[in-house]
């Protein structure tokens, strides 16, 4: 148990805030033999944030990928009432 990657490895780097950083923990998660079960509790428990089994959660669900800080709005905000173009 000691050899898991989760545990040789910096633990901030699976709550980490830059995407490549999530990247590389995920990447780390590939051949650890707790995997599937660090996901199953995971999802479980619904946990906040964090790579967990090789996938990232957010909100207790697992989502493909860490959008980067600066980045458009995924949904454009309405125009307000009234505004002139």
Known sequence: ??????????PELWFAELPQD??????LCTGCP?????????????E????????????GVVVPRKRPRGRPRKHPLPEP???VA
């Open 1 to 10: 148990m000691s050899s898991l990657p989760c545990r040789v490895n910096d």
């Open 22 to 27: 999530v990247e590389a923990a995920k990447a």
């Open 34 to 46: 707790l995997r599937a079960e660090c996901l199953d509790g995971a999802l479980a428990r619904s």
């Open 48 to 59: 906040p944030w964090g790579v967990w089994g090789g996938e990232l959660v957010l909100s």
């Open 81 to 83: 009432v009234g505004a």
